[in-house]
């Protein structure tokens, strides 16, 4: 078989692993990867050995860079660290602690009450509570408000 013949042959098994990289499943890369090594197997077998050697060297650095490529394009670069500002925990919750407010949604056992002029992610006590209704913080845990209808 003609070099030029391998060559195209060599560069349909790369398209097919660099496809691969794009769109799950494996077969795909099952291909590519089948097409790659007959292309090599074809330079062995009608060429002298360096040509086989020439696609296995370039084979064993260009297929490694590509994986490294593709998973650095599908990965998160950036961090969100607490020096920034970034936190799990709402600050300043245990101050509602005993203080009073109005729902402004109807918590079926979530939604949003209105305390001492701030609006709060809350939760009911395992209870649907009205829209409007005067409630009491009974309790924080973490990010968790609960609490109680007043009556």
Known sequence: MPFPVICLI??????????????PG?????????????????????????????????????IPSMIVWGLRRISLDASQ????GYTSVEEGLDELLGKEGETV???????????????????????????????KVVRVEGNQVIVRPIT
């Open 10 to 23: 060599y560069v349909a098994g790369v398209a097919l692993l660099f496809a691969e990289l794009f769109v």
């Open 26 to 62: 494996g077969v795909i890369g099952f291909l590519g990867t089948a097409v790659l090594v007959t292309s090599i197997v074809f330079a062995f077998r009608d060429h002298p050995p360096l040509f086989g050697v020439a696609l296995s060297a370039i084979s064993l650095v260009m």
């Open 81 to 84: 660290n607490v020096e920034d």
């Open 105 to 135: 949604t109807v918590l079926r056992p979530s939604g949003i009450a209105k305390i001492e002029g701030r609006r709060v992610d809350v939760t009911s006590e395992n209870m649907a509570v009205e829209k409007n209704v005067a409630v």
